[in-house]
C-alpha cells in the first residue's frame, strides 16, 4: 500500500489527472462567483444605484482567475481521459462557452473599475452588460458540463420522467453489399444482447464511456480510432475485450451482474468478425414492432425442403441446389426464411462433381453433412475452403484427413466437425482448438492429443468416453 502510495507520488502523470479531475469541483467557483455578482448587481440597479456594487465588483474579479483554474483542468481533463474525447461536439461547445465567459468575466471586470471612479454612466452600462452574459455563458457552459456526464436534461428528468431519447437525425443503418453472407443476424442476435446487458448505460442520453449501443450507426459516430466495434477484427475491439471472461473487474462491461455467456461473446465475435453489419442491403429491414407490417419474405410460405426462387436466389445458386438433390442429397434453409443453408449428402450419393456444382452456394452453406460418401478429399478440400459460414462439418467415413483438418482450422465461425473414422492425425487436430466439438472417434488421433485440447476446451469426442 506504502509502496503504491509512493510510486504513485513519484508519478507526475498521475497528479496531473488528479488535477484534472478537480475539474467538476473548480468549475463551481466561477460559475458561483460570477452569478453572484449578477445578482448583487441586479440589486444595486433595483435600488438605483449608479456606480457598480463593490460586492458584485470584487466577485467578478475573483471568477476571472478561478475561471482560468477551472478552464486549464478542464482542458488536462478532456485530454487525459479517453472518453471525453468521445464526446465530439458536445465537448468543443462546453469548452468554447466557457472560455468566452471567461473572457467576458475578464472585460466585465475592467469595464467595472473604468465605472467606478469617477461614475461612468456608459462604462456602467458596458459592465452590466457584460457582467451578466459572462454570467450567463458560464452557467451555460455547467449546464452542458453537467449534461455530458450525466445526460440530457438531468435537471429536470425527475420531472418529466425517462421519457425515452428522440432522434433528431434518423442514421442510415450499416448494411452489407447485396449478397454478403451474414450468419449472425444483428437484429435478431446481437442488438437483444445490448438491450438486456448494455443500453440502460450506454444509450443517447447516459453515454458510458462516449458510447452508444442502442443504436447501431452511433456507435461508428466518433472518429476512427475510438471505435469500440473493428469490423471485422474481433481480437482488436475494445468491446470485445471488455466482454471476455478474463476482463479484470475495472474493465469488465456489464460493469455488475452475470457477465456475458460464452454463447453470446461468440455471437458477438462471428457478428464482428463478418462485419459488424446491422443487415444486408436489399434485405427487407426487421419490422420495429409485430404489429408493423411483416417481411414479404417471412410472409411467403416455405416448406422445409423446399428452397423457394426468390430474389434472393440466383439462377446458379439454384442449379447448385439442384445439383445436391440430383445426387439424393437434402438442401434446406437451416431455418423458415434463412438464407443459409444445411446441406446433408450422407443419405445421398455424391461424387466430386456434385460439390464442384455446389461452388455458387458455397457462402451459405452453415451445415454440410457428407459422411460415408465417396468423394476425394481434394474436393472436399475445393468446397469448403470457401465456405465461410460454415458452423457444422460432417467428414465422417470419408477419404478426409490433416489437409481437411488445416482447411477447416481457416473457417471464420466453424463450430463442430466430426472426422469419425477417419485419417486424422495429432498434427491434423492440433489446429482445431478454436472449436466447440470435435468428433475423433476411430482415428489415428492419441488420447494424449485429444486431452490437450480438451485442456482448452475443446469438447473432444473420443468414442472411449462412454
Ligand atoms: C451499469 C452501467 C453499464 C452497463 C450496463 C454497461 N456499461 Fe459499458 N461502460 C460503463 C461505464 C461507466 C463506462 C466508462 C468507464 C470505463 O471505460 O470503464 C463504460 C465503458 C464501456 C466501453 C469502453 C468505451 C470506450 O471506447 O472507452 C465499452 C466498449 C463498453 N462499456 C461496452 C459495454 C457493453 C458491450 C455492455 C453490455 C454487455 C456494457 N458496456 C454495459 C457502464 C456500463
Not at 478532456?78 to 465530439?88: F, Q, R
Not at 450507426?217 to 476512427?224: C, H, L, M, N
Request: aromatic share 6%.
Amino acid at each position: 500500500m506504502i509502496h503504491m502510495l509512493a510510486a504513485a507520488l513519484n508519478d507526475p502523470d498521475a497528479w496531473l489527472r488528479v488535477a484534472a479531475r478537480l475539474h467538476p469541483v473548480v468549475v463551481h467557483f466561477p460559475i458561483a462567483l460570477l452569478l453572484t455578482a449578477a445578482g448583487v448587481e441586479l440589486w444595486r440597479i433595483a435600488r438605483r444605484g449608479v456606480t457598480p456594487a463593490t460586492t458584485a465588483l470584487t466577485c467578478c474579479g475573483l471568477a476571472v482567475p478561478a475561471a482560468a483554474a477551472a478552464a486549464v483542468a478542464g482542458w488536462l481533463h478532456a485530454d487525459l481521459e479517453s472518453h471525453a474525447k468521445t464526446l465530439g461536439p458536445a465537448m468543443e461547445l462546453h469548452r468554447w462557452v466557457a472560455i468566452g465567459a471567461s473572457v467576458a468575466a475578464l472585460i466585465a471586470w475592467w469595464l467595472g473599475l473604468i465605472a467606478r471612479t469617477p461614475a461612468n454612466l456608459r462604462a456602467r452600462r458596458w459592465w452590466v452588460f457584460v457582467l451578466f452574459v459572462s454570467a450567463g455563458g458560464m452557467g451555460a457552459s455547467g449546464h452542458l458540463g453537467g449534461s455530458m456526464v450525466w445526460g440530457d436534461g438531468y435537471i429536470l428528468k425527475p420531472l418529466f420522467g425517462a421519457a425515452p431519447a428522440k432522434e433528431a437525425v434518423p442514421r442510415p443503418m450499416r448494411l452489407a453489399p447485396a449478397g454478403t453472407i451474414l450468419t449472425v443476424r444483428y437484429a435478431d442476435q446481437i442488438s437483444p444482447i445490448f438491450e438486456r446487458r448494455c443500453v440502460e448505460c450506454h444509450n443517447a442520453s447516459k453515454l458510458k464511456g462516449g458510447l452508444r449501443l442502442d443504436l447501431l450507426a452511433a456507435a461508428f459516430d466518433v472518429e476512427q480510432d475510438l471505435w469500440a466495434i473493428l469490423p471485422g477484427d474481433p481480437d482488436g475491439s475494445e468491446l470485445v475485450a471488455r466482454i471476455a471472461p478474463d476482463a479484470g473487474n475495472k474493465e469488465r462491461m456489464p460493469p455488475k451482474g452475470e457477465r456475458l455467456t460464452a454463447e453470446e461473446i461468440s455471437l458477438i465475435r462471428t457478428w464482428i468478425q463478418e462485419g459488424a453489419w446491422e443487415g444486408t442491403e436489399g434485405q427487407t429491414p426487421p419490422a420495429e414492432s409485430p404489429s408493423t407490417s411483416p417481411s414479404p419474405r417471412a410472409a411467403t410460405p416455405q416448406g422445409p425442403d423446399e428452397v423457394r426462387a426468390t430474389a434472393a436466389w440466383s439462377e446458379a445458386e439454384q442449379a447448385a441446389i439442384a445439383a445436391v438433390r440430383a445426387a439424393g442429397g437434402r438442401a434446406e434453409p437451416v431455418a423458415l426464411g434463412d438464407e443459409r443453408l444445411d446441406i446433408n449428402l450422407s443419405v445421398g450419393a455424391p461424387t466430386d462433381e456434385t460439390l464442384a456444382a455446389m461452388h455458387a452456394v458455397e457462402g451459405r452453406i452453415a451445415q454440410l453433412n457428407l459422411a460415408g460418401s465417396r468423394v476425394s478429399e481434394s474436393a472436399v478440400l475445393g468446397l469448403i475452403s470457401n465456405c465461410v459460414a460454415l458452423r457444422v462439418l460432417d467428414v465422417s467415413r470419408t477419404s478426409c484427413g490433416d489437409a481437411t483438418a488445416a482447411a477447416a482450422a481457416k473457417l471464420p465461425v466453424l463450430e463442430r466437425a466430426n472426422f469419425f473414422g477417419c485419417s486424422l492425425t495429432d498434427e491434423g487436430l492440433r489446429g482445431l482448438a478454436r472449436l466447440k466439438w470435435i468428433g475423433v472417434a476411430a482415428t489415428g488421433v492419441t488420447p494424449a492429443a485429444a486431452d490437450q485440447l480438451r485442456a482448452k476446451g475443446v469438447r473432444v469426442e473420443t468414442g472411449s468416453e462412454r
